[in-house]
């Protein structure tokens, strides 16, 4: 069974930082299609960043030089370094994984198969 546990959502000042955690077990990371989403209550999930099956990396326009999407083969985790946080990025973030190989980003959170739990990042001006 794959899941996804995620971990080191909190609440900080504008400006502070935050690195979010999904580890996995059931999948192996190495050549699967990863992202980070993000919610707000009415809205819809955003995507936030991408990482293909090639390594290759990419992030929404509003958090481009502030947040770094970095995965740890060796520990199956998916990482997401948050810097320079504002009071917009608040939100529920989740980690997805797709399930099979990709190449380019994937910004639509429908063919995901597989979802971390969510956790919530506060960020106060």
């Known amino acids: 069974q794959v899941q996804l546990v995620e971990s080191g959502g909190g609440s900080v000042q504008a400006g502070g930082s935050l690195r979010l955690s999904c580890a996995a077990s059931?999948?192996?990371?190495?050549?699967?299609?990863m992202a980070w989403f993000r919610q707000v209550p009415g809205k819809e999930r955003e995507g936030v960043s991408t990482?293909?099956?090639?390594?290759?990396?990419s992030y929404t326009n509003s958090v481009k030089g502030r947040f770094t999407i970095s995965l740890d083969i060796s520990k199956n985790t998916l990482y997401l370094e948050m810097d320079s946080l504002k009071p917009e990025d608040t939100a529920i973030y989740y980690c997805a994984a797709l399930g099979s190989y990709c190449v380019g980003p994937l910004w639509v959170a429908d063919p995901y198969e597989y979802w971390g739990q969510g956790t919530q990042v506060t960020v106060s001006s």
């Open positions: 990482l293909d099956s090639s390594g290759f990396t």
């Open positions: 059931g999948v192996t990371y190495r050549r699967d299609c």
